[in-house]
Nanobody, 123 residues
Framework: QVQLVESGGGLVQAGGSLRLSCAAS????????MGWFRQAPGKEREFVAA????????RSADSVKGRFTISRDNAKNTVYLQMNSLKPEDTAVYYC????????????????WGQGTQVIVSS
């Protein structure tokens, strides 16, 4: 089992920044690719960004490209999502997820999920 705990969400004005963190425990963190997803009220969960086990490969959704950056620190068992130039449409609950070995970009391919952290961007 892998336990994931997100933090760093909150209320921010449009144009502002937040950094989300996801702390992992339970298994060898570096064996897992990590991803961030989000779900806005009334909408389906959507992919935000993903990072490979070693951090050498990343991918972001077109909607956040150039504004959000995913990174990880395997020594700290933590994955981050730096969010800049936030927009009201970025308002959602953000979830981190872990997938054993291979990087993926679809939620159903991830094995473990955190409880989520709320991000609200005011206009």
């Amino acid at each position: 089992q892998v336990q994931l705990v997100e933090s760093g969400g909150g209320l921010v004005q449009a144009g502002g920044s937040l950094r989300l963190s996801c702390a992992a425990s339970g298994r060898t963190f570096s064996n897992y690719a990590m991803g961030w997803f989000r779900q806005a009220p009334g909408k389906e969960r959507e992919f935000v960004a993903a990072i490979s086990r070693g951090g050498g490969s990343t991918r972001s959704a077109d909607s956040v490209k150039g504004r959000f950056t995913i990174s990880r620190d395997n020594a700290k068992n933590t994955v981050y999502l730096q969010m800049n130039s936030l927009k009201p449409e970025d308002t959602a609950v953000y979830y981190c997820a872990a997938r054993y070995e291979a990087i993926a970009y679809v939620g159903t391919r991830f094995d473990y999920w955190g409880q989520g952290t709320q991000v609200i961007v005011s206009s």
